[in-house]
């Protein structure tokens, strides 16, 4: 599921940086090759994305009414925030202000 999903973000920072992403930097660097810039960014930047076209095309609502609806029973809180509860579950600190843009003014 969302591995598959971050798999995407990885090849398309293989596609744009090469082998600056690849296996090569860590026999370099004996281990080091890990680039914030070249690894982490791209894979907010494509979740940030993803979630942007799902509130588009309607299915972000959607999800958080149903997920939302659920947990805000079972914990009284608001939809959105039992929404982003679930969420963290799945993605990582990084990605959920993607997903509450949304809500905030």
Known sequence: GVHKVMAYSDAGS????????????DTLFDGAGFIF??????????????VSILYYIGVMGI???ILGGIFQKA??????????AVT????????????????ID
Request: glycine letters at 8%; hydrophobic letters at 60%.
């Open 14 to 25: 293989a596609f744009i940086f090469g082998s600056l992403v690849g296996p090569k930097m």
């Open 37 to 50: 810039g070249f690894r982490v960014l791209p894979a907010i930047i494509f979740v940030t994305a993803l």
């Open 63 to 65: 999800l958080i009414r």
């Open 75 to 84: 914990l009284n809180i608001s939809k959105i925030e039992s929404f982003v």
């Open 88 to 103: 963290t579950i799945f993605l990582g600190q990084n990605e959920i202000p993607a997903i509450v843009k949304p809500f």
